[in-house]
């Protein structure tokens, strides 16, 4: 008979706990707890037990109450063997089950405490996996009009990851899961192997992306598998494409944007969520304002036009310790027959028109029309050129230091008009 209280090693992480028992009939017993997370009644997990490696019971209890794990000792009996009953009895069962639950509530409890931060403590440097759009261990939300391109370039950013490409993304080589929420998985075979022939892989070459195709599926049914290859992978590289298809409710819900973002904050993961804009406006992303205050990165994306070419603009909109109204801009190019799709992928530079005059950052915009109208202009011609509010124009030239410079001599020889050029910074 085993005696209570001995032999259980047992450990507990951020996310659950393992236990293992070894019999005198050199059976071995192990009992697992799984996406282990604080609800409104408690600390809920998913627990399974095992024995010799085969499953015997599993449940997703609330960990705190006694009556739950008892139900869940009397299933586990009713699997038993009496060889292994008579040796393990349901009385040892419950006291490894509870130290298990319990010390899952311990490091919870623990978790949470007041931490000082001595002076002589310093954080690693910030790291991104993906300059600057992704941030080690933090989240990014990528968002524009249905249709701009996303999921394109959150592909090409992942397979840039996976590989360690330089180049039309500047990555670190990391462990990327794309999760699939919108489309069938015939579509990411096409697009995977596009992407991979237009930057040039070799035909036998795969992306090295691993994918979790889920559509019709919610949120949380990928969540569980996403926490399990990051314990493998805890470099991995999160993509959720889409946030438009969690189903935790309606995305205008404060309560829905907290609950996304909480839980792809909890991974400790790097992720990236896709996102879509409301209707006839493309400056944030659709839905809560919490979005938008629970990732540590925004970007927004916009697209243009020519011919086969779908020129894309991306720039930061939010930035969490680092640079907001970056830009980065590529062009896809597609084939003049359909079936050809996607044939070429290029860096491009961000002053195309097309992408200059959908800009948010006005500084930019404004630094644009001054170049384009020969190195100098009124306010009254960049309002014109630019389409932003004459006061607007104004404001932006004499606010932003060192970026533009009043021209003297220029304004003197004009008489009224007062002209503005790109100053240094």
């Not at 996403?226 to 969690?246: A, F, M, N, W």
């Not at 659709?286 to 979005?291: A, E, P, R, W």
Request: negative net charge; aromatic residues 8%; glycine residues 10%.
């Amino acid at each position: 008979m085993t005696t209570v209280g001995t032999n259980f090693n047992y450990s507990a992480s951020e996310h659950g706990a393992d236990g293992e028992r070894m019999l005198g009939t050199t059976d071995q017993i192990k009992i697992r707890i799984d996406n282990a997370r604080r609800e409104r009644t408690g600390i809920h997990g998913r627990i399974m037990f095992f024995v010799n490696g085969a499953h015997t019971a599993f449940d997703n209890i609330n960990l705190e109450k006694g009556d739950q794990r008892s139900r869940f000792v009397r299933d586990i009996v009713r699997n038993l063997s009496d060889a292994i009953i008579s040796i393990y009895s349901e009385k040892a069962i419950t006291h490894d089950i509870g130290l298990l639950c319990q010390a899952v509530i311990n490091w919870d409890m623990e978790s949470l405490k007041v931490d000082y931060i001595s002076a002589t403590e310093f954080a690693p440097p910030i790291a991104f996996p993906l300059y600057p759009f992704l941030r080690e261990g933090a989240g990014t939300i990528l968002f524009a009009p249905p249709g701009t391109g996303k999921s394109w370039v959150s592909l090409i950013m992942g397979v840039c990851l996976s590989n360690g490409l330089t180049s039309p993304f500047n990555a670190l080589k990391r462990h990327v899961i794309y999760a699939n929420l919108e489309r069938p998985r015939n579509t990411f075979l096409v697009r995977d192997y596009a992407v991979r022939r237009a930057l040039g892989f070799p035909s036998d070459m795969p992306s090295g992306i691993g994918y979790i195709h889920a559509r019709g599926l919610t949120f949380k049914s990928v969540l569980w598998h996403i926490e399990q290859e990051g314990r493998k992978h805890p470099d991995s590289v999160v993509i959720l494409d889409s946030i438009s298809r969690t189903g935790l409710g309606s995305l205008l819900d404060d309560t829905t944007a907290n609950q996304f973002t909480d839980a792809m904050n909890a991974l400790g993961l790097t992720w990236l969520g896709v996102g879509h804009t409301p209707r006839g406006d493309d400056k944030h992303v659709f839905g809560s304002v919490h979005f938008t205050a629970g990732c540590d990165i925004e970007t927004r994306l916009v697209g243009s036009e020519y011919g086969h070419n779908l020129n894309l603009l991306l720039e930061t909109v939010k930035a969490n310790d680092s640079k907001r109204n970056f830009k980065h801009a590529l062009s896809l190019e597609f084939g003049a027959e359909e079936q050809e799709g996607l044939v070429n992928i290029r860096e491009i530079q961000t002053d195309d028109p097309g992408l200059v005059a959908q800009s948010t950052d006005n500084p930019f915009r404004i630094a644009h029309a001054i170049e384009l109208l020969g190195g100098k202009a009124t306010p009254s011609e960049i309002a014109e050129e630019t389409g932003i509010a004459l006061p607007n124009v104004s404001k932006v030239l004499t606010g932003s230091k060192g970026k533009f410079v009043f021209l003297e001599e220029e304004s003197r020889s004009a008489g009224r008009n007062k002209y503005y050029g790109v100053g240094n910074e």
